[in-house]
């Protein structure tokens, strides 16, 4: 059984900084993508950062410049480095990846949720 693991979230004040992580334990073969999708009160996810294993970068506009992912292959963790961070960032960050088990096709994984607050 393949597991997500999200750690890193809390409250911090307008214009500071956290660094979400995200660590994928099981059966694993293959990650292919991991990334960070956001979830504030009301509002649907929204992805936010994604990479590919081969470390290519995609971002929603909006924290372009703010925030970086970044992967270890090795320790089958991703990173998200929250930088300038701003109220209109609050909301429930989760992990994803698309992973690969010894047997099958690759499959969607989600993480339980952490939750960032900043606070104005």
Same mark, same amino acid.
């Given at each position: ?9 809390? !409250?911090?004040? &307008? ?8 660590? #994928? ?28 294993? *081969? ?5 929603? &506009? ?9 992967? &270890?292959? #090795? ?9 300038? !961070?701003?109220?209109?960032?609050? #909301?429930?960050?989760?992990?994803? #990846? ?5 047997? *099958? ?16």
């Amino acid at each position: 059984q393949v597991q997500l693991v999200e750690s890193g979230g809390g !409250l911090v004040q &307008d214009g500071g900084s956290l660094r979400l992580s995200c660590t #994928a334990s099981g059966i694993i073969f293959k990650i292919n993508a991991m990334g960070w999708y956001r979830q504030a009160p009301g509002k649907q996810r929204e992805l936010v950062a994604d990479t590919t294993s *081969g470390g290519s970068t995609n971002y929603r &506009d909006s924290v372009k410049g703010r925030f970086t992912i970044s992967r &270890d292959n #090795a320790k089958n963790t991703v990173y998200l480095q929250m930088n300038s !961070l701003k109220p209109e960032d609050t #909301a429930v960050y989760y992990c994803n #990846a698309e992973i690969q088990s010894l047997i *099958g096709v690759p499959r969607n994984y989600w993480g339980q949720g952490t939750q960032v607050t900043v606070s104005s």
